[in-house]
């Protein structure tokens, strides 16, 4: 068995007293800022500011750390074994979750289990279905998976092909110790911290959530480490006047930072996108309407766009692709309603405008009209109806694609419920998928071919723009402690001057 020795270290900070509190904001568009709330539901948890609340309060098997790399968190160490078919993770001892249950290897196989049942019922949650006995977990009642065993205080994965890339996934909250008063996880009032930090009940609500560092935490010092966090958001006429030690901004072209704050810029592995939807029974359920509509889409985009910035998924990977056929829209497409639908109102004005004539461009000769609707993902079950794919004819679309391209990221995205839930009408983009998992190995330039081209022989996801995060920082940080390799920073690894 080769052991690979990756250990997470004691993490020292150093925070004075007077700075036992830090504020973490996220900014939001003037008109959405009453709209913006934070949800604890496992469901919502990819959403970014959930993400990052999530981040510190859902214990995981590894987290990314404060040098921006992937290492153990709950489990102490892992090792492989069986050409990286059996993954074995040594739980730490002495965890213990809010309510005092001791976290060990069995009470984190029951939790996973149960995700894992939840989320088979909508699709193949990642490399997880890659587990010995997936089929059986799936299309029965068992509740016990083959695959997954505790054994003395090691959790041990058997796969039947090799796993993609299963560190990134386990340090999703999606993947981690989920634990509640009833098991709904629908309220931050019944959730149950397994992380570094529980929730103020008393004082967090759906606009505001407040943390307190949970004493002891394996990688805390209590007398060094910001002991309280206040998460809220802000708008944009906020930014000059509101108290915050951090402000997360997830948009291109950020402005100068206030005084007294540094900017720290994310790596590009954000992007825009609009989704056309073959679910729905409307005009773009048919092929050459998409493919019509993409084709004269890029013409004009092409020619009047200030901020669209690229044809591929993933922008740096290059690729060689056939261009689409040229094709007229048909007649269903005449004096059609269509209602394209943005997951809320923080999109930058500049760029929806931009759309809105873009759209209106491209549908010049149909004398279809759009309607623009606009939510919010945290009410009323937008988030559910905008993915669905089935009451809009479009929609716009935030998603972390990661770094580079990744068979994971893909397989998240396309082939499973668990992300933004694109459509994949072909079933080709799957299909490649599940080749490369059987294989494995390096992304090869014939797999990036293929997926590109598939992408758009579909028309139905259509990139629009890369960006990254940039975070405000307050000059009492030390910014190495704050590493931009990340999407939701570890905030018990913050060091303070």
């Not at 998460?231 to 100068?256: C, G, H, M």
């Not at 394209?340 to 461009?361: G, H, K, W, Y």
Request: net charge negative; proline share 5%; glycine share 4%.
């Amino acid at each position: 068995m080769q052991e690979k020795k990756l250990r997470i270290p004691l993490i020292k900070t150093y925070l004075p007293h007077t700075n036992s509190t830090m504020k973490y904001a996220f900014l939001a568009k003037n008109s959405a800022i009453n709209q913006s709330k934070f949800s604890l539901t496992i469901s919502e948890s990819d959403y970014g500011p959930n993400e990052t609340v999530l981040n510190n309060l859902i214990g995981t098997l590894i987290k990314y750390n404060a040098t921006g790399k992937l290492e153990p968190y709950l489990a102490e160490s892992f090792s492989t074994s069986n050409s990286d078919l059996t993954w074995s993770f040594k739980i730490r001892d002495n965890l213990f979750a809010e309510n005092g249950i001791k976290i060990d290897a069995s009470l984190f196989k029951n939790s996973l289990e149960k995700q894992l049942k939840m989320y088979s019922a909508s699709g193949e949650p990642l490399d997880f279905s890659l587990l010995d006995g997936w089929l059986e977990f799936k299309e029965s009642n068992r509740n016990e998976i083959i695959g997954i065993q505790a054994k003395e205080n090691y959790l041990i994965f058997k796969f039947t092909s090799r796993p993609s890339d299963l560190l990134e996934a386990l340090r999703m909250p999606y993947f981690g110790l989920w634990l509640s008063t009833d098991d709904s996880h629908n309220s931050f009032k019944n959730f149950l911290s397994t992380g570094a930090y529980k929730v103020d009940k008393q004082k967090s609500n759906d606009a505001q959530i407040y943390l307190i560092k949970r004493k002891p935490w394996f990688s805390n010092d209590i007398e060094k480490t910001s002991e309280y966090v206040e998460f809220n958001y802000i708008s944009e006429d906020q930014i000059s006047n509101a108290e915050f030690t951090i402000l997360e901004i997830v948009r291109p072209n950020p402005k100068v930072p206030p005084d007294n704050y540094i900017s720290i810029s994310g790596i590009p592995t954000a992007m825009m996108s609009m989704v056309l939807s073959p679910d729905k029974n409307g005009p773009f359920k048919d092929l050459q309407n998409r493919q019509a509509f993409v084709s004269r889409f890029k013409k004009h985009q092409q020619k009047l766009s200030n901020f669209l910035t690229s044809d591929f998924f993933f922008p740096s990977a290059t690729s060689h692709v056939s261009s689409l056929p040229e094709v007229n829209f048909l007649p269903n497409m005449n004096n059609a309603k269509l209602e394209f639908a943005f997951p809320n109102q923080n999109l930058f004005s500049e760029v929806s405008t931009e759309l809105e004539n873009l759209i209106s461009s491209t549908l010049s000769d149909t004398n279809a009209k759009v309607t623009y609707r606009y939510g919010s993902p945290m009410e009323n079950s937008w988030r559910q109806r905008l993915l669905s794919n089935k009451e809009f004819d479009a929609r716009f679309n935030g998603v972390d694609i990661g770094g580079h391209i990744n068979n994971l990221a893909i397989k998240m995205i396309f082939c499973s419920k668990l992300g933004v839930s694109y459509p994949d009408p072909s079933g080709e983009i799957c299909k490649l998928s599940k080749k490369q998992d059987t294989h494995g190995g390096k992304i090869e330039q014939d797999y990036i071919n293929e997926f590109n081209q598939i992408l758009l022989d579909d028309s139905v996801v259509v990139p629009l723009m890369h960006f990254g995060t940039t975070w405000y920082v307050s000059d009492q940080i030390v910014p190495s402690s704050f590493p931009s390799t990340v999407v939701s920073p570890l905030l018990e690894a913050i060091e303070f001057k």
